[in-house]
């Protein structure tokens, strides 16, 4: 195949990206607030009949190497800046549109929590596959009690419990989480000295919850701990390619164990692994456009998203890859790439933990997987949002970083104009007060507020500058 990406400078390589025939670009937010589509690669038809699926060997059923993850739902339009925090604003019409193609294209694992979609995730997800037989569909939530008032509170807890059996409309859940625990404070004060824990094994011994498992972000020490301490039927963690060797953290900060390690752990224990954030919140389905040129080079047609599901999915111990899909383009691109899994060969898999990762480390990005944790702020900062603008400008080459360069009066305005679409000026990062309190709830361990300053200082001055 010709190179035809040789010569083609960073303008005309967005020119074709914008056609059509580069890569997956996605600005969609996690809250759904962007509706702004994928840049659609992969024009193939969409297999109904092709999924891949690996048999979980604690039980026996068959999930499909996609899952749903029911994090990231399409939300009604809304007013630019408009602030709905209690309100349920998510578009049921297109959710069940979304799984209802899901279904019909081999896609059977459902994953949710009481705390997703400001708390709506769960009746949303009842709502679309409750509209479908009971055995067309595995249902995965968790015990997601690390928010007051329900943090460490018994009586609390179980009625969350209770709760994702009302929202899901289901007698029996398939697969539920110990949410969201990397240290032995979390899983002591949430797990432990309430008796949560007991609770959970006592219903699945009841039937009441079919198997029993673990997210993890924390440390590398409790994980090994938390990995042989009790009877899991699975476990969730973070992995990529960018994460693969060293997990990346985020905001320059890294956690002690790669995701390399973190598989390689549960598969010695013969853990099956379920893996969260394949895209890391969608930045590698936006690569660098140097990265995305190196993807080209190897195959013109296939998506930037599509490059890292192959990774994910490759791994013989993973039984299913959570995606975030809110619009229908998301999930087709999906679905395309594994059905059936193309493995990746030797000199791909190279590529993307070689030149790709390479590119990522210099251009280095907010590593913001919008899993809205440190939401809402307080102060009414769309932190999310300011990432992914600072990411995409990154990507995309519109971050004005060189006052020499004859792209620099281009690339300062598009930054500047896109923070103001993209952010209402109330909600930009010059509004933050240091409070901290978003610290400790991202499992990045991202120092938000370190970046917010950065972000602000670096706005500011592109705005005074003559």
């Not at 195949?1 to 400078?9: A, G, L, Q, R, V």
């Not at 759904?32 to 297999?47: A, E, I, R, Y």
């Not at 509209?131 to 179980?158: C, F, G, L, Q, V």
């Not at 963690?237 to 002690?256: A, E, K, P, R």
Request: hydrophobic letters at 35%; one cysteine or more.
């Amino acid at each position: 195949m010709e190179d035809f990406t040789k010569n083609i400078d960073r303008r005309n390589f967005m020119k074709l990206a914008g056609a059509g025939v580069a890569g997956a670009a996605i600005s969609a937010t996690l809250g759904g607030c962007d509706n702004s589509k994928l840049l659609q690669t992969q024009t193939k038809t969409v297999p109904a009949d092709k999924m891949t699926y690996r048999t979980d060997p604690k039980n026996g059923n068959k999930l499909s190497l996609l899952g749903f993850g029911m994090m990231r739902l399409p939300r009604v339009q809304r007013k630019r800046g408009e602030s709905l925090p209690d309100t349920n604003d998510l578009d049921q019409e297109a959710v069940n549109e979304l799984v209802d193609y899901a279904i019909a294209h081999g896609v059977n694992l459902f994953d949710t929590s009481p705390v997703y979609c400001k708390g709506f995730s769960e009746k949303a997800t009842g709502e679309a596959l409750s509209r479908h037989p009971r055995d067309k569909y595995y249902i995965a939530t968790k015990m997601s009690n690390s928010r007051p008032p329900h943090a460490k509170n018994r009586e609390e807890s179980i009625k969350i419990y209770h709760r994702s059996f009302e929202d899901l409309k289901v007698d029996y859940i398939d697969y539920y989480f110990v949410h969201n625990v990397g240290n032995n404070t979390a899983l002591n004060e949430r797990y432990i000295d309430n008796g949560m824990l007991d609770f959970m094994f006592k219903e699945k011994e009841a039937g009441r919850v079919k198997n029993i498992g673990w997210s993890f972000h924390g440390d590398g020490d409790f994980f090994e701990y938390m990995a042989g301490a009790y009877p899991w039927d699975f476990t969730m963690i973070q992995l990529n390619y960018l994460d693969w060797n060293v997990n990346m953290g985020g905001g320059g900060t890294s956690t002690n164990i790669s995701a390399r390690r973190q598989y390689e752990i549960l598969t010695e224990k013969e853990i099956p692994v379920w893996i969260m954030e394949p895209l890391l919140g969608g930045v590698l389905s936006m690569p660098h456009y140097k990265a995305r040129e190196r993807m080209m080079q190897a195959d013109s047609q296939a998506s930037a998203a599509s490059w890292a599901f192959r990774f994910a999915g490759g791994l013989p111990n993973v039984t299913t890859v959570l995606s975030g899909m809110m619009f229908m383009d998301h999930l087709q691109d999906n679905i395309r790439t594994y059905s059936p899994l193309t493995p990746l060969n030797d000199s791909e898999n190279e590529m993307l933990l070689g030149d790709v990762s390479r590119i990522a480390m210099e251009y280095r990005n907010i590593n913001c997987t919008k899993c809205q944790y440190c939401m809402p702020c307080p102060y009414g900062i769309d932190i999310p949002e300011i990432f992914s603008h600072f990411n995409r400008s990154l990507n995309e080459g519109n971050y004005p970083d060189d006052r020499q360069s004859d792209d620099y009066k281009r690339a300062r305005r598009a930054y500047l104009v896109g923070m103001d679409r993209n952010v209402s000026p109330l909600r930009q990062a010059s509004r933050c007060i240091n409070c901290d309190l978003c610290i400790s709830a991202c499992p990045q361990r991202i120092n938000i507020p370190r970046e917010m300053r950065r972000i602000d200082e670096f706005s500011e001055k592109l705005r005074t500058e003559v």
